[in-house]
């Protein structure tokens, strides 16, 4: 099964990106994961409904993915413009395809991020079906590992949920397709 990660910040020295990596690592225990850096693609435009040139590839690995997951921060209550901006350049692909939500905060841990998402996703037609909020990054991991017991289960468990939701859904996604 495929897995695209969207690391959804482009900010420097960005603590999400310490939680997407390790959850790289552990997707390829049980995936074909990839992550999808907002950093990579220009999102210099507002026409959702032509694609430009430079998010092409954006779209090919949307197409091929069996389930997404989306780590974010929390930004003022939100998410970060660069995040809707690449969400957007699409639509149709996102149809059916299960999503997990991955919010980082300090205070919060990302809880009205993940409200957002969770309705975000579901505008797009995608299923959020898992979600973990990362408090604390800094005290959580030690260099690139994380430490706490209880957040490594709740990836287990996160990555479980995915798991069942994009099998059972992979063959009504291809069948979608082929319409």
């Known amino acids: 099964m495929k897995v695209k990660i969207i690391l959804g910040t482009g ?8 939680v ?14 990839e992550l999808i850096d907002v950093r990579d693609y220009k999102l210099c435009y507002t026409h959702r409904w032509k694609v430009p040139p430079e998010v092409e590839d954006y779209r090919k690995k949307i197409i091929e993915a ?11 209550g939100g998410f970060p413009g660069e995040l809707k901006i690449l969400l957007d350049t699409l639509f149709e692909e996102y149809e059916g395809l299960p999503v997990g939500i991955v919010t980082v ?9 993940l409200q957002e998402l969770k309705l975000l996703a579901t505008n797009y037609r995608m299923l959020p079906v898992a979600w973990v909020l ?46």
């Open 66 to 76: 069996d389930a997404l997951v989306i780590v974010a921060p929390e930004y003022n």
């Open 11 to 18: 900010r420097e020295e960005r603590e999400s990106e310490r």
């Open 134 to 179: 990362f408090y604390n990054v800094g005290e959580l991991f030690d260099g690139e590992e994380l430490r706490d017991e209880k957040y490594r289960e709740r990836v287990e468990r996160f990555f479980d949920r995915l798991e069942k939701y994009a099998g059972a859904l992979k063959p009504i996604r291809d069948e979608v397709r082929e319409l």
């Open 105 to 113: 905060s300090s205070v919060t841990g990302g809880a009205r991020l």
């Open 20 to 33: 997407a990596r390790y959850l790289l690592r552990k997707a390829e225990e049980r995936f074909e994961p």
